[in-house]
């Protein structure tokens, strides 16, 4: 059986919070609780005077990729909701794929 | 020609196995947001919303939504909603114990009553009514001042008018059109990829975060969308925020200096010949006069004013004089007295380089037959009732210009009339969904409080009580969310391109919540019952809104030719407006019909004969911050950072929200940004509670402690109250309260544009 996978975009993750706050709303967790979690790493200037810095959103235990939104022909809430479109579902074999063709700054999470 | 057509075929309500009802409608407000129209699922069982989702079939938004609409169900039924109209009063104003409710009539007899007591005792121009930012109910402002209460004491009680009518102003005046945006294929179907359609090769963005304040109906990520298809962008602000650590060029200028830079940017431009010479000969007035008037700000000499590198002002107007090329000019540039200066020589960029409504360029603002949206005296406008009225309204006897530029008062005079009561007294306030005392729009928000606290009657309308409220009104109306009634949702009123939708009513409204659109025409029928001219429009919602779509041109329903009911895009949801490219040279910008732009001169103004009128410099200039470091060096040992403001937040929409703690999970409280070496310098470390001190006022707010702002800059959140602080004096609205370091009526010549930033403080740890 394929294995399932979060593809998330670390250049364009512009840190909107929305892919934790749909999440909850879907798996019906109380505050405090998070089924993906938006971690954040930087921003700092390096030394060449451009920024390093990036949003990391980090699915959790809780995660179920949705599995019943997809069933029913959807996918994961974080991913239709992301405002910068930056989290892509698949099996970890597309998800490669992608992750060649972006050539960098990204990273597959498997809950 | 411009036209409308149905996007999406899906019905607008579906029924899931459990019984659950799916609703399809678009977003505006409440909860605030600028009138962008995010496609929403709204889930309701049983007559409760469930949850709320993003809907795919939205063509722009795409089914991506931001957690303000995610958290709508806690914002709906959270316990502090108002539910009922409630009276109070006069002598207990302040005194949150003292509200009573009372029902609709009576809340509207008093109102009502009041009306005719003081309109006979002062004059209509008594009656005031004021607006806050953005949301639905500013749609129906001079409508109920005007025409209900017919009155001319319209207010923004915004220093300067420094939200979007600057920017607008020098669009008018200027570019002779109606509100420009970026191009973002927003009006096509298959939007990127149409065949017409180009992608700039630069977005040049100024002053403006727009992923999260996605201003005047723009979605926001969209500028992420044109990213990753290849788009660069140079961004000017002081902030590093995500799009400035995301530019090719980051111009961190110091605060307030804009407008040299922009001049600058010219400069370059001209002198290494790279401008369009068929456009600018053809199409614009005053070429060489601006040629010269930029040429005297040199890059070097910007450099040196903004503390940039001087090789990125070559590099990036060399970039920018490419075609196509677009930008993204913010809030910043209205906030400023250098302001119209500031907007001139940006439009001019594009001006001079034909990047004006061509495909990827600057989309230009349709005028809307009537010549647009700015005021009566406006140039091209379509002038149907000449005031006679020998009394001018409050501010426009010192700022004339005013009279060009928008129906309201002059903000910075109306404080002013408030106290003295000259020309006429302003006794009693409509204040709808505008909480100005909360550090939002109002400079010394205090002062505005005081000035309105003893005026005969307030009423105000809103979803939840809130400083403003609870300081001064006698009566109190709760309206209803956008889920709770109809209406529609256009980018920015059909100036551009793109959503024209309909927000449909889902849910039963809470208690008696109405929405902004029903009190305003429950109170025409009350104090206007005689009314013949009109009468189906002012009828009912349905009316209303059938005459607003009817107003806007070619908006003819494509399936009968017909015009367009509002019941028809209900069912629809999402319509999608077209505006074509090149208007000015199909005639389509003004109201002859004849090509070229709605200027005195039927081209672009580069010196603007209008500015000349008024009495202001028809060239662009620089001025320097009136209180920065240059201006004062007396200042700087007790004062030695510079601060600005207004950075936006995904959690909250401008004083919005403060009470869903979904959202305050992720921002507690009001944060100032500080870098790291000025952090240290004060022994501040992250989290700390800092005062935010200048002769102004002082404040306080949490550190943030980051290398985004410069050292010596410090970034300070804006429009912060507190509803947890129930017992605390009007919802703790002082503490946080940065604009109570801003000076009032520090405005440019003809009234536009106030310091929201630029402006000295000193930091210090706070003791708790």
Known sequence: MATYGLMIDNEYCTGCHTCEIACRNELGLPQGQWGIKLLEMGPWRKMDGKWEGKYVPVPTTYCTMCESRVEAGGVPSCVLHCLANAIEYGTLEELAHKMAERGEQCSIFLP | MSELTRVSETPRVTELEDGTLVYRTAQWSPPGCHGVGCGLKAFVKDGKLIKVEGDPDQPITNGRLCIRC??????IYHEDRLLYPMKRERQFRGQPDKWERCTWDEAYDIIVEKYHELTEKYGPDTVSVWTGTGREASAYQFQTCNQVFHSRTAIHANGGWSCVIPRQTAMDWLLGCAYVEYDGAFGFKDRFDDPRYELPKYMLIWGRDTLWSNPDGLFGHSTVDMMKRGMKIIVVDPRANWLARHAEIHFQIRPGT?????????????EE???????????TYGFDQYAERCRTMTPEMAAEICEVPVEDIYKAARLLAQKPCTASVGLKTDQNPNTLQICHAIWGIFAICGNLDNPGGIKLGQTMLNGGSTGRKGVGMQVNEEDTNPIPIAGHDQYPAMDFIINTTQPDCTLDTLRTNIPYPIEFLFIQSSNFISSCITQQPMQWMEACRHKEFICATDIFMNPTIQALADVVLPVSTSLEHEGIVTFHGCNQPGQFHALTQVLEPLGECKSDLQIMLDLDHRINPDRTEDAEKWADERGYLDNKIQNIPYTADPETGEPMTYEKLREWVYGRYEIPYYQYEKGLLRADGKSGFK?????????????????????????EPRFSKRSRPEWIEEYPLDFVTGARRPTSFHTEHRMIKSLREIRKAATVEINPVTAEKYGISQGDWVTIENPWGKCKMMADVTPIVKEGVIGCDHGWWYPEDKDTELFSVRKS???SLMPWKEIGKLGLGSHYGALPCKIYRSEN
């Open chain 2, 273 to 283: 010949d790279l401008y369009d010479h068929e456009f600018v000969e053809k199409w």
């Open chain 2, 737 to 739: 309260s940065i604009n």
């Open chain 2, 599 to 623: 200027s005195p001169t039927g081209r672009v103004e580069l010196w603007s004969t209008v500015k000349q009128h008024l009495g202001e410099d028809p060239l662009p200039y620089y001025e």
């Open chain 2, 70 to 75: 995610l958290t709508m169900p806690e914002y």
């Open chain 2, 258 to 270: 804009d407008a040299a830079l922009a001049m600058a940017l010219n400069t370059v431009i001209i």
